[in-house]
DNA sequence: TTGTACGCGTTATCAT
DNA sequence: ATGATAACGCGTACAA
């Protein structure tokens, strides 16, 4: 059997208004009362039950994050900070893996719905755009633009792919390629795509472009995308990837190969997630955290009522290393 | 304003007790009523509030899963997989990193518990035995054992350790490293290194035990560990790392100093993450899927009010690439 | 086949 | 300084 407020209240001999206000500190209360109240609880180790809270309150304390996968790094990370800054401001995380499937994201956001969750952080969409307008609930989206009306946290997109492609450039490389995962389901990753094309065209190199197919962050077909990349254009310079995992893969491929990295093929990774250190990659720094912690603060500041900046571009860095 | 049961009666012109009806598909109802009900909810875009149904039946149909980092890959995998399975049955989830702290994770507890979850996966402890088995949840312990009274899912440590000490051993390496996170933290994982030992003792090998300090996943400290292993024992042949976030740290460094793999040194890693991918990494596979099925699984039982196996161990694999 | 009334655990309001 | 009571949204026994 639980305890309730109403078992502490028989043992301390009093009301439950009075155990509640104890609990919530409202109204006067005499210090000896509090004293008995407070290890009656503890005795009877009493936890007030949230639900009943919630339900009055008509507040739950609680959001929902959808994204596609949390086993993927970029994922896990920035999930890792939106929980840490979550909880220190009192929410706990629903966390929910899309898989980037329709239906599952669907009835993902009707659960969070009906399980009132105050708001909702939105790092996967695969659906139309008044599906999510519709929602009704605060909503902030990472990485990903759906709708003008719906605040979006992203890095600087397009600032990143100049700065890959340029050290490309500057590095020399005559034939380079841009790899990524799908670029119709993010917008805003795809303007990686849009500057490293706008930075190729018109120069003495070579280019070229490619794609994993639509489902999912699945590593074998990054690494097949890879293997015919090279299979394919053989004497291949320099690689843009558009996450370092899809770098990782490029590296090593080059070994299997026997290409050597940044000798013969120089490779820029993007990302900076911390798992990226396991080699020596050269890659585009997202900042990660600040994404999540920016991701939180303006869901709870619509939460509270307050108006947020639509669209939030944070600055991304070139880092510098081994592999170019 | 949200819109409740209530709403939806006096829209239909029915008492509320009949659109609870409906929705939970009891008693009798005539067709067109079933129909006009359903209508009006689509129409008002109903969601029957969790946190009441909840409050009434006792039961949140929410698990709580506490960890010590999502933004560990290994942790990553497992987490995607219970989600999956979480999902399947109609459970949420709760993400809790703990990140190794005493406090936070024992505020999480406090909080699933008022939360209401029907049961908690714990893949962190860092209490005392008590503490855990005076939770009166439901409870499933994940890679590690809390106390003979509750349930564990674990994959076979010991034997682990052997296959690879093992494989090394048959590839005729004379100095050999055992390193991994800390072993104080988990007893099971543990049993790698006490396999190790027992291995290698009385053989014609020289070993080496090298383990990092209590906090948590810092890739950084993983790579100063390496470095020192390296630079203090410059003969090396063979290294047994206990995590593949940590053999992967090895192949980095071994490229760095010039020390070919696995002509010079041989590397098997621990947990067949599917990241380790990255490299053709020799690794002992744990049967993750597996893992975070039988947590869910267990747990689900045991709120169904049936018993569940005390130790539950899963067989692993040795699976050699290009490392040894 | 449908409606009334109560209870789940808590807090807000109004008394005392 | 403390208590009685209604209300949050829903499900169920009982009644009709």
Redesign the interface.
Known sequence: M?VTIKDIAEKVGVSVTTISRVLNNRGYLSDGLKQRVNEAMEEM?Y??????R??LR?K?N?IG?IIP?????FF??V??HI??YA?EQGY??????S?LHKK?EKEYI??L????VDGIIMGSHTMRVEDYT?I?LPLVTLDRQISKSIPFISSDNYHGGELATKLLLKKNCKKIAYISGNLQLNLLAKQRHDAFLEQVRGKDVEFIVKQTDLNGFK??EY?ELVRRLFQENPDIDGVFASSD?LA??V??NCR?IGKGVPDEVKVVGYDGI??G????LTTIEQPIKKMGELAITYLLQQIAGEQVPLATILPVKLLEKGTT
């Open positions: 639980v180790n936890q007030p039950n949230e639900l009943a919630s339900l008509k739950s609680v994050l996968d949390i086993s993927h790094p896990g990370e999930t890792k929980e840490s909880y706990k995380l629903m966390l929910c893996n898989l599952k009707d659960l719905r009906a399980s009132q519709s009704n590593y074998k690494e995992m990782l893969q590296l090593k299997k911390s798992f250190n396991v080699e020596d």
